[in-house]
């Protein structure tokens, strides 16, 4: 069954080039828009199953794509959406998430050019997946302090957690390490038993879990 | 009341009658010497009349050659200024009543007329003083009035008076008509009347003249109209006084002095010659010792008389005065009674005394003490104008650096609309080419592709981290403490951020205040080899302060690296930004920003 897409960004030139590219592989672009209003008005009459957004768009030019796509998020459950942003911050991730991590994804822009990697995010987020772009996450991993506990994982635990924030199955990580599910699983207690964290054992709420203590200790000196 | 030339500054409108002032200096010593004549022709006659003692003949004559020498003096110090001539005319009326006193039938009747004739004289000095002039059309019609009464009804009566009535050796009435009419009582009566209405308007309008006005003004009209008062409650009691037992002779003296007392109180508030000199040597002495500005019109008020007082420093290039702040100071409107004394030193306008017109009275005084303050003045002008130029070299400062906050977010928002767009689109197709191409494609061709991608995806990495260092999206999307948490997260090294909440504040300031800290972290990881940094954002006190500490090596050379730049900058928002760097001690760098909200 293809996929239906809504396709929002204000440059016209990404619309067609991102168009193009998803057409070769079999998507549908039902409706695109080139700012929030018109946008919403698409997804209200043609409720795809997922939304590209860009995140800066008309009319104020600075968080409107992420703003709209809370509200879609919030009306349009069974829509995923796939936020696009030519800048990660990773405070914006985890408004978009919010309180679970369905039928979300959040991805550099220049990654759109890497196909594969595009298409197989927004596959993901289509199907209720999630999809984290690995640069945020490998941000997120990188910043850390002296005494913490993300040391004391090995060096494939620790790639078994990114893409576990990156909001892939256990299937997709067995698939991508080329290890057996079973393996995949006792790498991830050892990790949460290490990281001193609940077992999850629902996908959404484990990459929520997981992004929320890599962003814990930065989230702790916050004090908004 | 005194009506300055157009240009508001210390003019004698000249109200001369049309004559040179020579020509009216005469005059008016011709008519003192008249009324001097006249008074040494009917004072002896005065004196042997039966019912006039000898203390009231001196009082006559006291009074009457004081207002003739007071006037004189009067009008030779001011020659512009009717006061004096009225003063003569005062002292020649004064005199010219007491014909009636004389023994020849037709000086008795000019007497008999005139009894009544510096009345219409003292009416006119009175209303007029101290200017000289009638101002408005109720004091002109008032004082009509009064000559009307005292030389065109007061003489009639003369034709009911019949002196032989009383004394058969007496002089003859020339112009009897009536004797003992009846009508005699009434025409007295009525003329008392006229006279007691005269006199309180009169003294309404003194009142009203002292109420409005100013300082100066009431200096002025003071001497006045202190005696005035003494000499009439004198009067008024001893009137009362007269048919009883409580000796209402004293009374009579207190108005008979104060009415001597009366032409010098006009000649002193004419003149004010010796409180003016007294308060100029004050000033001398004082003007030896640094003044502030403040102190510098206090003192010059006070030797003016004139607390209203305010001081004026000339801007050359501005044209125009301004005040010790460097603030513009407007010349006072023509009506508004203020006058502006310019002060010039070597040819050069320094300042302006913006003061009450009164003051223009003492031109002596006023000319003393802008000569005195003139030193003093031009220091301050100098002051005030370095002040003024000082404060337009501070806002074009802070305008500078808004300038360049907003000209670095613009060229992020370009690069990020225009052409960090455009490369996107542009990797998009090549691997759009790449993918139609097949696997079955061309490998040469695949691989030209390949590189040509890699290097769009370089381009935009770059791309990427120079727009972030110009000016990070998110500094102008999420504030300050948002940028500093994204711009940490990506710092290698272990930094503990701590903030106090913090609100959104003006883009030089938040953008500012971010570059510190980048540079800051930038100089510890490059030299400091630290272990652990430590950034702290806090706004307290209307100020905004962010502080970043590392325990690294220390001895940072503070005027070297990029926080030399941000200095300058954090000073021209009225900011400071302090190093220091101890060797083996870290470094802490701080900015302050002051920010009073709104």
């Known amino acids: 069954m293809t996929i239906r897409v809504v396709l929002a960004d204000d440059a016209v030139l990404i619309r067609t080039a991102i168009g193009a590219l998803l057409r070769q592989y079999d998507f549908h672009i039902v409706a695109e828009a080139g700012d929030r209003r018109s946008l919403w008005e698409a997804i209200v009459a043609t409720e795809p199953d997922v939304a590209i957004v860009d995140v800066r768009m008309p009319p104020n030019n600075r968080l409107d794509g992420l703003e709209a796509a809370l509200e879609i998020r919030s009306a349009y459950p069974g829509i995923g959406t796939l936020v696009l942003s030519q800048y990660l911050e990773s405070r914006y991730l985890t408004t978009l998430l919010g309180e679970n991590a369905r039928g979300v994804g959040y991805l550099l822009k220049e990654r759109v050019s890497g196909a594969n990697t595009f298409v ?36 494939r635990e620790r790639e078994v957690l990114a893409l576990m924030a990156e909001g892939r199955s256990n299937q997709a990580i067995a698939q991508r390490l080329r290890l057996t599910p079973k393996t995949v699983e006792s790498h991830i207690s050892s990790i949460f038993l290490g990281l001193d964290l609940p077992p999850e054992p629902d996908n959404h709420r484990r990459v929520l879990a997981v992004l929320a203590y890599l962003r814990h200790p930065t989230d702790r000196e916050q004090s908004q | 009341m005194i009506s300055v030339a157009t240009i508001g500054s210390c003019k004698h409108d000249g109200s001369v009658i049309g004559r040179t002032v020579l020509a009216s200096r005469a005059i008016v010593i011709v008519t003192a010497g008249c009324g001097v004549l006249l008074a040494a022709a009917v004072l002896p006659f005065k004196a042997q009349a039966v019912d006039h003692t000898l203390g009231e003949t001196i009082f006559g004559g006291t009074a009457g050659v004081l207002f003739l020498g ?16 009225l003063m003569v005319l005062v002292g020649l009326g004064w005199f010219a009543e007491d014909l009636q006193f004389t023994r020849l039938p037709v000086t008795y009747t000019a007497g008999a007329m005139l009894y009544a004739a510096s009345g219409g004289f003292i009416a006119h000095l009175v209303v007029a003083f101290p200017d000289g002039r009638l101002s408005t059309r109720g004091q002109r019609w008032l004082v009509g009035a009064a000559y009307a009464t005292a030389f065109g009804l007061s003489p009639l009566q003369v034709v009911f008076v019949d002196p032989l009535f009383y004394d058969q050796e007496h002089p003859p009435n020339l112009l009897l008509v009536w004797p003992g009419h009846p009508m005699e009582e009434v025409f007295v009566s009525v003329l008392g009347v006229i006279g007691a209405v005269l006199s ?41 006084l007269e048919y009883t037992d409580l000796s209402p002779h004293i009374w009579m003296l207190v108005y008979r002095v104060s009415f001597c007392v ?29 003044l502030s500005a403040s102190d510098l019109r206090d003192r010059l008020a006070t030797a003016l008389g004139d607390q209203s007082l305010q001081i004026g420093y000339w801007r050359p290039g501005a044209g125009r005065l301004v005040d010790a702040q460097g603030l513009a100071l407007d010349p006072p409107s023509p009506d508004s009674g203020r006058v502006v004394t310019n002060v010039d030193r070597e040819g050069r306008r320094v300042a302006g005394l913006i003061h009450d017109a009164a003051v223009c009275e003492d031109e002596h005084v006023l000319r003393a003490v802008t000569a005195a303050a003139g ?28 300038a360049v906050t907003e000209e670095r977010r613009r060229v992020e928002r370009d690069l990020h609309d225009g052409v960090q767009q455009g490369l996107v689109a542009a990797a998009i197709g090549v691997r759009a080419v790449a993918q139609r191409l097949g696997p079955s494609g061309d490998e040469e061709i695949r691989t030209l592709l390949r590189v040509c991608g890699e290097g ?143």
């Open chain 2, 262 to 290: 009366l032409p010098l109180a006009f000649l002193a508030g004419l003149l004010r010659v010796r409180l003016g000199r007294a308060g100029v040597a004050a000033l001398l002495v004082e003007l030896q010792r640094p």
């Open chain 1, 120 to 155: 197989d995010a927004l596959n993901r987020v289509a199907a209720g997946g999630c999809a984290i772009d690995p640069e945020v996450v490998s941000l997120m991993l990188a910043s850390r302090r002296r005494d913490d506990p993300l040391h004391r994982l090995t060096a």
């Open chain 2, 70 to 85: 007071a006037g004189v003096v009067a009008h030779l110090r001011r020659p512009d200024n009717n006061v004096g001539l």
């Open chain 2, 456 to 598: 769009i995806d370089t381009a935009l990495a770059d791309l990427r981290a120079l727009a972030r260092g110009l000016h990070p999206a998110i500094l102008s999307e999420d504030g300050l403490v948002a940028a500093l948490t994204a711009l940490i997260e990506r710092t290698p090294v272990a930094v503990e951020l701590d903030v106090t909440p913090v609100p959104r504040l003006p883009a030089p300031i938040e953008s500012t205040a971010y570059l510190v800290v980048a540079e800051a972290l930038t100089n510890t990881m490059k030299h400091a080899g630290a272990g652990y940094v430590w950034v702290s954002v806090a706004h307290q006190d209307r100020c905004l302060r962010v502080e970043v500490r590392d325990d690294g090596a220390g001895g940072a050379d503070p005027n070297g690296s990029g926080l030399l730049g941000l200095a300058d900058r954090v000073r021209a928002l009225d900011g400071e930004l302090v190093i220091r760097s101890e060797p083996a001690q870290g470094t802490t760098v701080t900015a302050s920003l002051p920010w009073s909200g709104v």
């Open chain 2, 375 to 402: 030193l003093t003045l031009d220091n301050q002008r100098l002051t005030a104008e370095i002040r003024a130029q000082l404060g337009e070299v501070h806002a074009s400062r802070a305008r500078i650096v808004a």
């Open chain 2, 200 to 240: 309180a308007a009169v003294v309404v309008v003194l009142a009203r003249r002292w109420l409005s006005a100013s300082g100066p003004r009431r200096r002025v009209l003071a001497p006045v109209l202190l005696t005035s008062l003494i000499g009439g409650l004198g009067l008024m009691i001893h009137s009362a």
